[in-house]
């Protein structure tokens, strides 16, 4: 069945429904092009909400980010981030695949549409004007019949007359004849145009308009097919970015079975405990027997220790200290005093980590530089040694400047009572750095700030690095003692601060060295590894 055996007198509802098509077309590509827009929105407000709710550099929610629960809300952001983006390849996609091809394929079709039709008016309009030729020479023939007929009855009428004379009847015979002989002219002329026509009209109705037909037929056709496509690219579009969206929600049901509450207690307990012992109770001031007022707070620190909660608070030393009291900022300062004296350990070792990494980054620009020298000594046209001489200069400077600072820091932190770690410390810098410090404590003895000292006067820092030195080789023969016992790992612990070592839940390691205070203890492994570990994080029997 095809449209033009079938539908051949149908013109007007074969025109209504091919425009119906292109319209459906249309319609379909507006409704595409809205959908991309609600995407794009759509992704554009995700990722304002994720702008929104990342913390900003510096702030203090980015200091947070080391508890699993801020750290998992960030991975959560992310993975909406990366949502967002997917939602906006949808609508990039829809809007190449779909609307884009839609639209130029139909132009293609209204230009073929309007061709067809223009060929179907053509062919009727030349039909059409075959039977006004046809038309024509029928209403002429039928005029000259009737007007040989007159002249047929007019010549008989005068042959009959017997007042007429015989010139009258030869001329109304010849005017009878010449009229029947043009109405016999225009009679095989309607004929010829009634044969034409025939023919025309059998070629416009069984050949040229089924074939018009057809093509529109087929063009129709094309257009369905191409809008089922469409259809099909609709899903097919979202369903490519499924397995990545996917993997988005995946991650953020990661985050959330990341989350670790008792990691994130234990992160905060080593991130602020002070290492103050609890106040002690109040002496009784006995104003009755006029002695002195006695020290209420004595409990809470003596001469030479680190300063309390009281100091460093700045409140009266007759006067409690208040656990939820409202606390005045204290005065910074460099040697990190202000700060308990857990978390001045920290800080201390911290900074010492931090000179100690620029301090190998001068002594590895002094070998370079000393090497350049020695290559442009020995090859002059590779360049002039004498133009190194002001940066290994500075190189030598910086140096001086970092070991300095490192031997004021290092003697900060074995006043701060963390010795274990220094000497840990101690142990990863550079070569030029010890020696300088040993050349120091002979020769030229510095302060804890970094200055030189008067010749022949006592430095408090040469007491303390000699106490560090014995320290050191107590350490090491320590090192070569039986453990005291045995600790068995409650959580996994990634060691990735200096000094420290690893270990997974679960796992027996031997105790070397107990815990001094500071919350750490100090383990070795059967493999002859040691380090430090949180002591909360590990159940420990020590032998008798």
């Known amino acids: 069945m095809d449209w033009g055996t079938d539908l051949w007198d149908q013109y007007d509802i074969i025109d209504k429904h091919t425009q119906s098509g292109l ?5 379909y590509v507006k409704f595409v092009k809205e959908r991309t827009e609600i995407e794009q929105n759509y ?16 702030c203090k929610e980015e200091q947070e980010c080391r508890f699993s629960n801020h750290q998992s809300f960030l991975d959560i952001l992310n993975e909406m981030n990366d949502y967002a983006g997917q939602r906006e390849l949808i609508a990039e996609n829809m809007m190449m695949n779909i609307c884009i091809e839609l639209t130029k394929y139909l132009q293609e079709l209204k230009m073929e549409r309007k061709t067809h039709l223009s060929e179907a008016k053509k062919a009727q309009q030349s039909l059409e004007c075959t039977y006004k030729q046809l038309d024509s020479s029928k209403k002429r023939f039928e005029r000259e019949w009737r007007e040989a007929d007159k002249a047929a009855q007019y010549a008989e009428k005068t042959d009959q007359d017997i007042n007429a004379t015989k010139a009258d009847v030869e001329k109304a015979k010849q005017q009878a004849n010449m009229r029947t002989h043009i109405a016999e002219e225009c009679k095989n002329d309607y004929a010829a145009q009634l044969q034409k026509y025939n023919q025309e009209q059998s070629q416009f109705y069984f050949s040229d308009v089924p074939l018009i037909f057809n093509k529109l037929q087929d063009m129709d056709e094309r257009r369905v097919r191409k809008l089922a496509q469409g259809y099909v690219l609709f899903s097919d579009t979202e369903r490519h970015v499924m397995p990545i969206i996917g993997k988005c929600l995946e991650g953020v049901t990661k985050a959330g079975t990341n989350v670790n509450e008792r990691n994130d207690s234990i992160a905060l307990i080593e991130q602020y405990k002070s290492g103050f012992e609890r106040p002690g109770d109040l002496d009784f001031e006995d104003y009755s027997q006029g002695i002195n007022r006695a020290s209420s707070d004595s409990s ?7 300063k309390g909660p009281l100091e460093l608070l700045g409140k009266n030393r007759s006067k409690p200290f208040w656990l939820f009291s409202k606390k005045s900022k204290p005065t910074v300062t460099e040697d990190f005093g202000h700060l308990p004296p857990e978390q001045r350990r920290k800080r201390l070792q911290q900074k010492l980590d931090d000179i100690g990494k620029e301090l190998q980054k001068e002594v590895d620009q002094s070998e370079a530089l000393e090497k350049m020298k020695d290559v442009y000594e020995k090859n002059p046209q590779m360049g002039d040694p004498a133009s190194l001489s002001p940066q ?3 190189t ?8 300095g600072e490192l031997n004021k820091y290092e003697s900060w932190l074995t006043e701060a009572g963390r010795r274990g770690d220094s000497m840990l410390r101690r142990d990863t810098l550079p070569e030029d750095a010890l020696s300088y410090r040993s050349h120091s404590n002979n020769n030229e003895p510095y302060s804890p700030d970094g200055t030189h000292s008067e010749e022949g006067t006592p430095d408090p820092s040469q007491a303390i690095y000699a106490e560090f030195d014995d ?5 090491e023969e320590e090192e070569l003692a039986a453990p005291i016992g045995q600790c068995t790992a409650m959580y996994n612990f990634p060691g990735a601060s200096e000094g420290t070592i690893t270990m997974q ?3 027996v390691l031997s105790v070397v060295e107990e815990d001094k205070g500071d919350g750490w203890t100090r383990v070795r492994r059967a493999n002859g590894n040691e380090g430090y570990i949180p002591t909360s994080y590990v159940s420990i029997s020590i032998s008798k």
């Open 43 to 58: 992704a554009k407000q995700l990722r304002n909400l994720t702008k929104k709710y990342n913390p900003k550099r510096g």
């Open 505 to 507: 839940e679960g796992e």
């Open 23 to 27: 319209e459906l077309v249309e319609k």
């Open 471 to 475: 320290d050191f080789e107590e350490q």
């Open 396 to 403: 030598a400077q910086n140096m001086e400047r970092l070991r």
């Open 300 to 306: 809470l620190g003596t001469l030479g220790t680190p």
């Open 392 to 394: 290994i200069n500075q």
